[in-house]
């Protein structure tokens, strides 16, 4: 059968097409599940703690949002089959694997000593746009 004009130039589409897809599959959809999952979700809401349900330090940070009349979204890693690979995921972005990841406004904020500094140091009201009047010790 001759090779038409017409079936060459849909060949080498088709190609190009196939190449496309590997090229994006091997850049553009490279981010993990739970990358993907970590960026969502700090995109979704304007508070979120990644914590850890028994976890002191997570408590501490849990208790600053709770001075400031915020209620964060929480998700809570020991309650996931997924938490570990997530820790994983947070190594890999912000070198950490510890809990809690405060971000807020999409902003990574730190871990709980990082929050409470951000708290007394007035950072986190002007980041929520609190006029604040009093600081609690926590
Ligand atoms: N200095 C850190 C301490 C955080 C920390 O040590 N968290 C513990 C849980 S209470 C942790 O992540 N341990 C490792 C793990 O649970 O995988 C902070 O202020 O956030």
Redesign the pocket.
Known sequence: MAVTMSMRKMLTVSAAMVCAVAVASLYGASASTETRFIKNTIASHQIVIFS?SY????RR?KAVFKELNKVPYVVELDQREDGSDI?DAFMALIGR????QVFVNGKHI?????TIEAYESGKLSKLLGINEEHKADL
């Open positions: 850890k976890c002191p330090y997570c940070a820790q694997r510890t809990v809690p730190g871990g709980s000593d990082d």
